[in-house]
């Protein structure tokens, strides 16, 4: 049974930076492009970031977060620095066979923690 647990979100003010782990367990992580996707509320969920060896950004976050993954540790991470009030949403890691920013190409998916950025 594939699981992926997110943890790290919270509340933040703006300008801040928070770290967000993902842990994966259930599959061969090596093998896996993994992604972080959020959805704020009243909004769709929008892909954030993703790696395989190397990472792909949504152009939102990009020069703020940056994505790194640990196999060793079957975990990935996403570290997010000066975070901006419209960074507010739950943060979902998911795993793909391959690199992708398309919701629909992502096989697993976590439950979300939340991050809040406040003004």
């Known amino acids: 049974q594939v699981q992926l647990v997110e943890s790290g979100g919270g509340l933040v003010q703006a300008g801040g930076s928070l770290r967000l782990s993902c842990a994966a367990s259930?599959?061969?992580?090596?093998?896996?492009?993994m992604g972080w996707f959020r959805q704020a509320p009243g909004k769709e969920r929008e892909f954030v970031a993703a790696?395989?060896?190397?990472?792909i950004y949504a152009d939102s976050v990009k020069g703020r977060f940056t994505m790194s993954r640990d196999d060793a540790k079957n975990t990935v991470y996403l570290q997010m620095n000066s975070l901006k009030p419209d960074d507010t949403a739950v943060y979902y890691c998911?795993?793909?066979?391959?690199?992708?920013?398309?919701?629909?190409?992502?096989?697993?998916w976590g439950q979300g923690t939340q991050v809040t950025v406040s003004s």
């Open positions: 998911a795993a793909a066979r391959l690199i992708a920013s398309v919701q629909k190409e992502y096989d697993y």
């Open positions: 790696i395989r060896w190397t990472g």
């Open positions: 259930g599959l061969t992580f090596s093998r896996y492009a």
